[in-house]
Nanobody, 124 residues
Framework: QLQASGGGLVQAGGSLRLSCAAS????????MGWFRQAPGKAREFVAA????????YYADSVKGRFTISRDNAKNTVYLQMNSLKPEDTAVYYC???????????????????WGQGTQVTVSS
């Protein structure tokens, strides 16, 4: 089970930190990812990390602004979002990968557990 939190309303240029608490299986054994879905748009990949967090991957649209990290002792993955833009507005979902590593972290079918989503709204 994955529980995402930390979303909210923020002005452009602001920051938010999303958290995703995991339970039910050995968190440290699995890569983790964040996806988002804006109204009327398809779900898109945002960021991912391998089981240790030492390898990270980002969509071009968020590279340099967002940082994914994890604390395996707390069974939690984070998404630090800085310099937010109105186009970052979406529901953000955390997801647990099927393995410790992935051939393609950006593909949604690589993930088998999903959180309920948390709304992020960036005003201009």
């Amino acid at each position: 089970q994955l529980q995402a939190s930390g979303g909210g309303l923020v002005q452009a240029g602001g920051s938010l930190r999303l958290s995703c608490a995991a339970s039910g299986r050995t968190f440290s054994s699995y890569a983790m990812g964040w996806f988002r879905q804006a109204p009327g748009k398809a779900r898109e990949f945002v960021a991912a990390c391998n089981w240790s967090g030492h390898s990270t991957y980002y969509a071009d649209s968020v590279k340099g602004r967002f940082t994914i990290s994890r604390d395996n002792a707390k069974n939690t993955v984070y998404l630090q979002m800085n310099s937010l833009k109105p186009e970052d507005t979406a529901v953000y979902y955390c997801a647990s990968n099927r393995g410790s590593y992935s051939a393609d972290y950006s593909r949604a079918p690589e993930y088998d557990y999903w959180g309920q989503g948390t709304q992020v709204t960036v005003s201009s």
